[in-house]
């Protein structure tokens, strides 16, 4: 996972508006699991959003967006970011059967 965030931080993303996005994505899963209908999409967004929702149920991407919140405020104080940033993507990291 640290891997990851060298990686998003090499490329310029800054760490916290990371989290931020990550955060409102999952919370898009959510509302896009409960009713699509209310989310203003592209039909490419709707497409990531119907692949990526099979791996997260209503609570699990709930669950993950309070996560999430708690991990971003703990970034905003920590002199270490990205580890709390590695923390939270190992957290919020979807388990895949290892059958699909």
């Known amino acids: 996972m640290l891997e990851i965030v060298r990686d998003i931080h090499s490329q310029g993303y800054n760490l916290l508006q ?3 996005d990550l955060r409102e994505h999952l919370r898009a899963l959510l509302l896009f699991k409960l009713n699509p ?9 709707k497409g990531i ?5 099979r791996f997260f149920t209503p609570a699990c991407s709930s669950g993950r967006g309070i996560l999430l919140t708690k991990a971003h405020d703990e970034m905003r104080w920590s002199e270490q970011p990205g580890s709390s940033l590695a923390f939270l993507l190992k957290l919020v990291q979807p ?6």
């Open 37 to 45: 209908s209310v989310l203003e999409v592209t039909d490419e967004e």
């Open 49 to 53: 959003l119907n692949s990526s929702s």
């Open 18 to 20: 990371f989290g931020r």
């Open 95 to 100: 388990y895949v059967d290892a059958n699909d």
